[in-house]
């Protein structure tokens, strides 16, 4: 019975040691660390009209409620060009002691306050519209909508610039729509200012996109090439 009892006794004082050892390399493993907070002074979306001088609100940054600001680098000011009608992005990014990255951004929409015509509203693909795979495949997609937002004079987000395909024709969802901006032009022709498929991490091929507005008819006309295979021809009406 005693011996019984000693081996017993062992084994308990075997796993609390176990424990212990655990317990203590959990602790000594575990590190608490404070993120960089950035606040971004002024709109995320900013307009300005061409030939205007811009100058940027700023960001400030706290990191453990102590000021952190002058950790931020500011990217993209350099690039922003107020003669030429665009999106720009500006990028404000801070490191924590360590190593730890956070970051916000904000668009400037360098706009032309003389295009007046608006492109805003919910169109739908026309008879016409479709998608040609490059092995030939025609795949045609009448009667699907998508929505056009005015974000500035002549500068437009687009929430599909697929016009439906894949979001609500294959039933990808949402994430799989091409959401951007397109800008008007005096002449009515369309520029694809930015562009992104969430979904599939990805954009249209560079250089593709071929649009106009006719507002006569109120129609809208695109093409564009995707993933170095496919074309779409989009036609769309109110």
């Known amino acids: ?4 009892f000693i081996y017993g006794l062992m084994l308990g004082m ?5 424990t212990s050892c655990s ?3 959990e602790k000594t ?3 608490l660390t404070y993120y960089v907070n950035l606040e971004m002074q002024g709109d995320e979306f900013v307009q300005v009209p061409i030939g ?7 960001c400030k940054a706290t990191m453990n409620g ?3 600001t002058s950790r ?3 990217t993209g000011l350099d690039a922003i060009d107020v003669n030429t009608a665009g999106l720009y992005t500006v990028t404000y990014s801070a490191i924590n002691d360590d190593g730890f990255p956070a970051s916000v951004s904000r668009t400037v929409a360098v706009c032309d306050p003389t295009i007046t015509a608006s492109i805003a509203g919910t169109w739908t693909t026309q008879p016409g519209t479709q998608r040609i795979y490059a092995t030939g495949a025609i795949t045609p997609f009448p009667d699907y909508s998508i929505k056009i937002t005015k974000a500035a004079p002549g500068i437009f987000y687009v929430t599909d ?3 439906g395909y894949y979001d609500q024709r294959a039933g990808y969802g949402s994430s799989y729509a091409c959401r951007g901006y397109l800008q008007l032009l005096a002449d009515n022709s369309l520029v694809c200012l930015s562009n992104g498929v969430a979904g599939w991490g990805d954009e249209l091929d560079e250089g593709t996109f071929v649009g106009s507005y006719d507002p006569a008819t109120e129609t809208l006309t695109w093409q564009c090439d995707y993933a170095g295979s496919m074309t779409f021809y989009i036609t769309l009406n109110k």
């Open 52 to 58: 205007t001088a811009y100058t940027d609100a700023g």
């Open 23 to 25: 317990d203590d390399y």
């Open 161 to 163: 610039i697929f016009a």
């Open 14 to 18: 075997s796993a609390f040691g176990l």
């Open 72 to 74: 931020i680098v500011t």
């Open 1 to 4: 019975m005693k011996k019984i």
């Open 66 to 68: 102590a000021d952190a």
């Open 29 to 31: 493993d575990s590190r």
